[in-house]
């Protein structure tokens, strides 16, 4: 129901509907915007750039067809890391709202960059290569952390709620660590520069065994002091072991690549650099039942080597007598060994002699006449029999010679007819009458003349 103030008519038309005043109207849209339109990002140029004495900013947002009145408040800007202008394009992470005084519509600016890529993650990819290559980020040169510190020093902010985090889980896991707070602002102008002059001191005091530097989580603009060169370089030189808590387990930071070891998150870091009293407690309890176990079994150890001692010392007459019975035994085995010894190396002598007997040049002498008369028999043998093989292979081929040699045909009545070229007549043809010519018979030759 419409409120009307006092001296002022209610303004109900005729039909009895209410009418709303200018202020309520703006009120009503302001509310169904913000409420109905989440945070988004808008992309455009600044113009009409604005900074007056309060620290706000305010500028126009447009592009080639449009543009919106946009405002960001100081408590916002201070993380802005360029200086906006008239003409720069912006990437702006904003929520719609309205001003009820002009009745004009607005982005409330949360988070503002450069656009493209972003100024900040070019700056912070440019930083993480050039410290890379330097080698702050390589695990040869990190330091361990001591199993159990003394003093635990906590770089962060005194007011966070990470700082309460970190308290409660040493408080509850190891006690007896004493803890220091060293307060300073993790974000915001001039929040790198406290961070390292706390890293410097401590490295310098080395009152601390242990360092946990860390905040709890926030945007990239938030986290930034942790991206810083000057907090890397403090981090890597620092004496100190160091352990980075930023933000939640998806945020990393330079600070964590730099640091000795990176927690998660700073309830994790209070873990890491804690033991567990509990489990501590009985650690030490098993090893005072290991240690009281050892001192008994050690205890009844050395009683029972004083009990032989004890049974083993004698009186020096017994000892004396016993000596005495050794060294006659000790002499009776000397002389059987001497006489065994003797006999031994006879018999080895022995054997030496007949070898050398069996090696006198006389026998072998004697050997190689008889193996030289055997073999002779064996050669004399051995030709006989070859030759006696050799007549009876020539006697087999005068046989075969001779039952192929022409003189055997002419023994059968045959003969051998010549002209006087000694050329063979084997035709009529090739004589004529009066033709000397010559009969060779198997006993002798017959000269003839052709009738």
Known sequence: MLNTPPGIA?????????????SELNREVKHLLEGSVPLLWVGGEISNFAAPSSGHWYFTLKDARAQVRCAMFRGRNRSVRFQPANGREVLARARV?????????????????????????????ALKAKLQAEGLFDLERKKPLPYLPATIGIITSPTGAAVRDMIQVLGRRYPAAHIE?????????GSA????????????LRRHDLLIVGRGGGSLEDLWSFNEEIVARALAACPIP???????????????LVADVRAPTPSAAAEIASANAAALSEEIDSAHRRLTRAMTLQLRHLHQQVQLISNRIRHPREQLQNRAQRLDHLEMRLKSAIRNKTVARAQHLSQLERALTHVHPQHRIGRAQTSLSQQQQRLHKS???????????????????????????????????????????????QVRSGQRIHARLAQGDIAATVD
Do not use: C, N, W
Request: hydrophobic share 40%.
């Open 242 to 256: 160091t352990i980075s808590a930023v933000g939640h387990e998806t945020d990393t930071t330079i600070a964590d």
């Open 10 to 22: 209610s303004p109900l038309p005729t039909d009895g509907k209410p009418v709303l005043t200018v």
């Open 383 to 429: 030709m006989q029999l070859l030759l006696q093989h050799k007549r009876e292979q020539s006697q087999h081929t005068s046989q075969l010679l001779h039952s192929v040699s022409p003189l055997a045909v002419l023994d059968r009545g045959y003969a051998i007819v010549r002209d006087d070229q000694q050329r063979v007549i084997r035709d009529a043809s």
């Open 193 to 204: 520069r406290q961070i390292v002059e706390a890293i410097d001191l401590a490295g310098r």
């Open 97 to 125: 709202s309205l001003y009820e005084g002009r009745g004009e519509f607005q982005l409330i600016i949360e988070h503002l960059e450069e656009a493209g890529f972003g100024a900040l993650m070019r700056q912070l990819e």
């Open 181 to 189: 707070l060293i307060p300073v602002a993790v974000q915001g102008q």
